[in-house]
């Protein structure tokens, strides 16, 4: 069993996402005792309040398997100069009802991938700002804004060497940012 548990969400329901492969590619470059589960959010209901005494089944499923991880990995596109609304979503069932927030003191890690030049840096920094307010500790350096081109993934999605080497220098500063937020 690995002792680091991380939840990995990606902010895209796509198929063919190039975040869920972003995803795939760099849990590979992660030491062998930690863990990855991408958790599904494409199945949640719209938030409403309204719901929060009653919460669906596919909301308490997601609530509990951040509650049992050690870690949060976001990947995310950018739709319009912010996050996707399925991730949204996601972020205010896992926080509410209010005082009962899944995310809160979970270590976390936010990149994304894009075809545009700026990768998806805003949508980072919107879902940083969601993040400091729901009190998760968000690694702050290195920032991730990956530009998806030829030689980005190879034919098996691994990561080209160029990305590859420069994910590997963040992942390992995402480990130590979980061992850090662990051990206290």
């Known amino acids: 069993m690995n002792p680091y548990q991380i939840a990995v969400v990606v902010g895209s329901l796509r198929r063919e996402s190039i975040n869920r492969k972003l995803a795939d590619a760099l849990v590979r470059l992660a030491p062998p005792e930690f863990s990855f ?3 599904q959010i494409g199945d949640l209901p719209l938030y409403n309040q309204d719901d929060d ?3 669906a089944a596919p909301v308490q499923r997601l609530k509990a398997e ?3 991880a050690h870690g949060l990995l976001f990947v995310t596109p ?3 100069r912010s996050l ?3 991730l949204k979503n996601a972020i205010d069932h896992a926080s509410r009802p209010y005082g009962q927030n899944a995310w809160a003191g979970k270590p976390a890690g936010v990149l994304g991938a894009s075809v545009g030049a700026i990768g998806s840096a805003l949508a980072q920094q919107h879902l940083r700002n969601i993040l400091a307010y729901l ?3 968000t690694l702050g350096q290195p920032e991730a804004f990956i530009q998806v081109k030829e030689g980005t993934f190879d034919a098996d999605g691994n990561l080209g060497e160029g990305v590859r080497k420069f994910l590997q220098g963040w992942m390992e500063r995402y480990v130590d940012w979980v061992k ?3 051990a206290r």
């Open 37 to 39: 589960r991408q958790l």
């Open 53 to 55: 005494a009653n919460q």
């Open 66 to 68: 951040i509650s049992a």
């Open 78 to 80: 950018e739709y319009n």
């Open 84 to 86: 996707p609304g399925v």
């Open 135 to 137: 009190d998760v500790p």
């Open 180 to 182: 850090f937020h662990a």
